[in-house]
């Protein structure tokens, strides 16, 4: 198997707040290949956005405190001076958004932005070859009729042509690795689809290695290869597509998939529900984040389990829960 | 006799130019000519993309924006058109729960005055009459006596969205328009409001309007779906019908877009 390009160990995000230290990212760890689709999944507070954007540099506040270690080809990218990060925005890593809107500057043309995008990392480009460039990315996402829209400004771009234009900005430098941030949250289904549908593409075509963030164990089921699940800071579970979903490992994945709404299934007279709510990351319950909302909590929860192959046939395979294998097995 | 009867029911929204702004040059047609009923105790889900009309639909059932034209009989009577002051005493038999818990309700509040308040609007001026109303509905909605007191923003998204329903509910109202009452929840705090709103309708033999873009969600609450495109409806019928065989082509394309959270189904039919 080729080295992993992202290797992510030990990573811990905090933030100094009034009410004190919030710990938003305790200890996530896990590895990405190129050509592979890394989906990490979790509801709000999980830490999963806080940890996309701390790999890049970007969640750096200054009461933050950053630990652990985020290799991207055997480079350490934690710590880096900032002249080496911007090398790697962009060039090698590039990030899409929920909100495409945000994402642009209102006041200039798609096209000219992105060439701007080119331009910044390759000082020798003329204009007329950022924008000739501009025009091709614009035709690989599928944005009809690319050399009169690059001249458009986003506002005249709908939501799913303008999350289109932003993946278009984000591969302009040819990156190895992206990472999507709820990149369909806030579109409507059938423009989602075609979203997902054009990421599995570059995926498949260009071997980009992608870290999905999602919340949707839908879009998850389309286009990862593999899945981690946060909770409260911390993965939970990790393993194979096919393993999460057939065989899933932690309570809190069981409750998630559980109250998941199934169009393709006859429907339930009620939906499965996880009682409770995620808990606040001040106040942390000791051990086991989940054990509160836990049905199957017992003595052993108040430590923290940690994140191990439980099952001696899948070694990929990671969770922390102190279940034994086979009582999980009954319990599900 | 439907609890609510919606006929032809048109939302234009005039494109004015001009300096005086009087010439009219075009029309944005919101709703245009939509038609449903709801039988008490009923469900009806309308399910619709962004833009597709269907939050203006609501709106303009409750009277909150005036429609252009057509009908909106509500037990019977006609309420389309009517003025602010002779709608009043039916608002309380028709309330509203919003997408956005946090966002619609007053931060500078604490829970029991936001849904105490439409009791004192309304008249109720025992303070001891309102307190125990207000206590028994919080409960009901499934807050603690600790919640009572506490601000929206010390509220998680999915107690704000039960504050909500309670204000809703205090009145005692008929019919309830839900609009996108879940999308702005996590997954696992979705399945608890939507199975209130269930426990609720069973309870107090509420009659639902629901708004949503998730037909998911929709084929879940709604006994009936109506699909909306372009302010109008392509097509309606019984919720489990419109989903497992989809007449129109547009309801067709929305049910194929919606992505199945099981690798295999979404692997076959890729390749399919």
């Known amino acids: ?332 | 006799m439907s609890l609510l009867e919606v006929t032809d029911l048109v939302k234009h929204y005039p494109v004015r130019r001009g300096i005086l702004r009087d010439r009219e040059v075009d029309r944005v047609r919101a709703v245009d000519g939509v038609s449903f009923e709801i039988p008490r105790g009923g469900t009806l889900g309308l399910v619709g993309e962004s833009g597709s009309g269907k939050s203006t639909a609501c709106r303009a059932v409750l009277q909150l924006e005036k429609p252009t034209s057509g009908s909106v009989r509500f037990e019977g009577a006609e309420i389309a058109g009517l003025s602010r002051r002779r709608m009043r005493p039916l608002r309380r038999r028709m309330q509203m729960v919003f997408q956005s818990p946090q966002a619609s309700l007053n931060p500078r509040k604490p829970v029991d005055r936001i849904v105490g308040d439409p009791l004192r609007r309304l008249g109720v001026s025992s303070g001891a009459e309102r307190r125990r109303r207000v206590e028994a509905m919080l409960e009901r909605v499934g807050l603690d006596a600790e919640h009572r007191r506490r601000y929206p923003h010390e509220l998680s998204g999915g107690q704000c969205q039960r504050v909500g329903i309670a204000r809703a509910l205090v009145l005692e109202p008929q019919l309830v328009v839900a609009d996108e009452p879940v999308s702005a929840l996590d997954v696992s705090i979705q399945a608890q409001i939507v199975n209130l709103l269930d426990d609720l309708q069973d309870e107090l033999g509420l009659t639902y309007l629901f708004v949503a873009h998730d037909i998911g969600v929709v084929r879940h609450v709604a006994d009936r779906i109506a699909v909306m495109k372009d302010g109008r409806i392509v097509e309606q019928g019984d919720a489990d019908q419109i989903c497992d065989r989809p007449a129109h082509e547009y309801t067709q394309q929305l049910i194929a877009a919606v992505p199945i959270p099981d690798p295999r189904e979404s692997r076959a039919r890729r390749r399919s």
């Not at chain 1, 290799?71 to 090698?92: F, K, N, S």
């Not at chain 1, 929920?98 to 932005?113: A, H």
């Not at chain 1, 806030?186 to 995926?203: G, H, K, M, S, Y």
């Open chain 1, 1 to 332: 198997m080729s080295a992993p390009l992202l290797e992510v160990s030990g990573l811990r995000v905090a933030f100094a707040t009034e009410a004190g230290l919030l710990q938003a990212v305790d200890g996530v760890g896990f590895e990405l290949r190129a050509g592979e689709v890394l989906a990490i999944v979790g509801e709000s507070g999980s830490g999963k956005s806080v940890t996309a954007q701390t790999l890049l540099g970007l969640g750096r506040s200054p009461g933050a405190r950053i630990e652990g270690s985020v290799r991207l080809g055997g480079e350490e990218l934690l710590g880096a001076p900032e002249e080496t990060l911007r090398r790697v925005r962009g060039e090698r890593v590039a990030m899409v958004f929920q909100n495409p809107m945000t994402s642009f500057n209102p006041v200039y043309r798609l096209g000219s932005q992105v060439a701007e995008a080119i331009r910044a990392h390759r000082p020798g480009t003329s204009k007329a070859a950022g924008r000739a460039r501009a025009v091709e990315l614009f035709e690989a996402v599928g944005i009809p009729d690319p050399e009169r829209r690059v001249d458009a400004y986003p506002h005249e771009f709908s939501g799913g042509m303008r999350q289109r234009a932003m993946i278009a900005m984000a591969l302009a430098l040819e990156p190895e690795l992206l990472i999507a941030d709820e990149p369909t949250t806030a579109l409507d289904v059938t423009v989602q689809a075609q979203i997902l549908d054009l990421l599995a593409r570059l995926n498949r075509e260009r071997g980009l290695a992608t870290l999905l963030i999602t919340h949707d164990f839908g879009v998850v089921a389309e286009v990862a290869d593999r899945v981690a699940v946060m909770y409260a800071g911390r993965v939970v579970e990790e393993g194979t597509l096919d393993q999460v979903f057939y065989e899933p490992q932690h309570p809190y994945t069981w409750g998630l998939l559980g109250s998941t709404i199934r169009l393709d299934r006859e429907r339930p007279r009620r939906l499965a529900q996880i009682s409770g709510a995620p808990p606040s990351l001040l106040a942390l319950p000791e051990g086991c984040a989940f054990r509160p909302r836990c049905p199957h909590a017992f003595g052993e929860c108040p430590q923290v389990p940690e994140l191990r192959a439980r099952l001696t046939d899948s070694p990929g395979h990671r969770d922390r829960c102190w279940l034994a294998p086979e009582r999980k097995r009954e319990l599900r």
